[in-house]
């Protein structure tokens, strides 16, 4: 839709969202009309580098044409059937992504946090068929980030901030270890354990990646108890972290993983994928999902994971991803830049971040705040060292602005 078409102008339709719509986001201050690649732009024909790239969706760039090409075609085929026969979408996904990340079996959702509910049934389910019906505790870390629906938020490590707080009791079975501290997951085992939970990148909680360490030592453990090492890879996945999936970078494999987010071009789409043994566990009727392999979504996911393996976009953002990170090293009030790839944090001094989220809009350039003092930045997977440039200006004048 575009507003000289439908003549409303930009103020209208923000003074319609503030009146009837429930409002849980700051919004920045513009009407979104067009995308293209790395950029927004507003109904002026205003561009705005899109580094928060729809919270690490668009990684093959906005409206990527393989990807737009794929879902138009699809649209004109089947919409939607739900699961009962078989799809060409669906098989051509499933065999493109397990061969690629080298797992047995993929079970298809809508959405980040759906994944995870999924894993989180998944581990317990297999805990009760293998162990008995004791074992379903599962330790995650604190700090960590996992979706809003009542699992996923009982599996974030956040107890006391808007995530958790007017909505406890939270599901039980959960405990929460420090992050990147081995000896703190160990503590927290008991015979009740059936899986240990964790993103390789702490995303929400400040991009902070786990340790090698951290993660073998957690590998081990998992392997010594016999539980499940589940790995939420639904914002590192699919090249963002300069890896395909960030557990690449590890040297070892988790028994499930979720993904969303850049995995579906745009379209809303999650899975879990783990091995033919544990696959078993989700027997028939034990999980389902109406839209959950949607015919349009799927088409988009496979267009949108070709594109991003053909054109090596994970060597992109781990190229890309360097540069970008020493450029921002030199922004005044700086503590530290983190990340991996293309999923990269700055966290200053003193700086308030939602200020130096304000005031790069203002230099037309598209970040997140989290947390008080630490901006988020995951831009398509497409940037250039120009881009960056120009995103490091932007911030540089916010920042400067700011002392
Ligand atoms: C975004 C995110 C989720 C939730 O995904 P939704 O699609 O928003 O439900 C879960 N885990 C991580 C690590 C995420 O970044």
């Known amino acids: ?213 951290f993660v073998k030592g957690l590998r081990e453990l998992c392997d010594e108890k016999g539980m499940l090492l589940l790995f939420d890879e639904i914002q590192t996945g699919w090249g963002r972290t300069g890896k395909v999936m960030a557990f690449e970078h590890y040297g070892v494999k988790p028994d499930i993983i979720s993904m969303a987010k850049a995995m579906g071009g745009g379209m809303p789409i999650g899975a879990i994928c783990t091995t033919d043994k544990i696959a078993k566990t989700f027997n028939m009727g034990a999980h389902g999902s109406t839209y959950g392999g949607n015919p349009v979504a799927c088409a988009s996911s496979y267009a949108q994971i070709n594109e991003l393996l053909d054109r090596k976009l994970a060597e992109n953002a781990e190229k890309i991803g360097k540069y970008f990170r020493e450029q921002l090293a030199t922004l005044p009030d700086v503590k530290e830049v983190r990340g991996k790839g293309l999923l990269v944090g700055v966290e200053f001094n003193n700086t308030d971040a939602k200020e130096v989220k304000r005031g790069a809009f203002k230099n037309k350039l598209l970040t997140t705040a989290i947390g008080g003092h630490t901006i988020r930045m995951v831009p398509p997977l497409i940037i250039t060292e120009k881009e960056c440039d120009m995103a490091v200006d932007a911030l540089r004048k916010a920042v400067e602005a700011l002392q």
């Open 1 to 213: 839709m575009r507003l000289d078409k439908i003549g409303k102008t930009s103020e209208e339709i923000k003074n319609l969202t503030k009146k009837y719509m429930i409002e849980t986001y700051e919004r920045y201050d513009f009407v979104a009309e067009r995308a293209e690649g790395a950029y927004l732009y507003d109904e002026n024909g205003n561009a705005y580098l899109d580094f928060y790239g729809g919270v690490a969706v668009n990684s093959a760039g906005n409206r990527n044409p393989k990807v737009v090409a794929a879902i138009k075609d699809q649209v004109d085929d089947i919409i939607h059937t739900f699961n009962y026969p078989y799809t060409i979408p669906q098989a051509l996904l499933a065999e493109l992504i397990c061969e690629t990340i080298g797992m047995d079996k993929i079970f298809y959702q809508n959405s980040g946090t759906e994944a995870n509910e999924a894993m989180i049934k998944m581990a317990r389910k297999y805990g009760v068929d293998n162990y008995g019906p004791e074992r379903y505790e599962i330790i995650t870390a604190i700090n960590s980030f996992h979706g809003r629906t009542y699992g996923s938020m009982s599996a974030t490590g956040q107890t006391d901030n808007a995530i958790q707080i007017g909505f406890k009791p939270m599901l039980p079975g959960f405990s929460y270890a420090e992050f990147n501290n081995l000896d703190s997951f160990k503590e927290l085992v008991t015979d009740k354990t059936i899986a240990i939970m964790i993103e390789p990148v702490q995303g929400e909680g400040g991009v902070v990646p786990a340790t090698e360490e």
